[in-house]
Nanobody, 129 residues
Framework: QVQLVESGGGLVQAGGSLRLSCAASGRTLYVYAMGWFRQAPGKEREAVAAITWSGSSNTYYADSVKGRFTISRDNAKNTVYLQMNSLKPDDTAVYYC?????????????????????WGQGTQVTVSS
């Protein structure tokens, strides 16, 4: 029902910045919230940040990225962004965009992977020291 396409990944040195974009298409009226997650080889997928799609634009961040990453939205463009500053080698991972359906009846847990219904294919972020 909803398709997500990430872009903006690449190779940067430690301390550098990247801006990721996630464009949503299809039945975007189904979207309640958007989130960014990441997964490094040999590790489980972990939450990075989340934002509600409409209304007061509530944001949520993992402790590991607070103060460095900023999530934002542009509803007119059906796009969510992740501005990443002061990047560290530990930030190296495939970053995935995800969307939670408005049809979900469960209580929303912003940084829980199981609370999202649609996923993009991911974009690689590599940070060298």
């Amino acid at each position: 029902q909803v398709q997500l396409v990430e872009s903006g990944g690449g190779l940067v040195q430690a301390g550098g910045s990247l801006r990721l974009s996630c464009a949503a298409s299809g039945r975007t009226l189904y979207v309640y919230a958007m989130g960014w997650f990441r997964q490094a080889p040999g590790k489980e997928r972990e939450a990075v940040a989340a934002i509600t799609w409409s209304g007061s634009s509530n944001t949520y961040y993992a402790d590991s990225v607070k103060g460095r990453f900023t999530i934002s939205r542009d509803n007119a463009k059906n796009t969510v962004y992740l501005q990443m500053n002061s990047l560290k080698p530990d930030d190296t991972a495939v970053y995935y965009c995800a969307a939670r359906s408005r049809g979900s009846s469960s209580t929303y847990t912003p940084l829980a992977t199981y609370d999202y219904d649609y996923w993009g294919q991911g974009t690689q972020v590599t940070v060298s020291s």
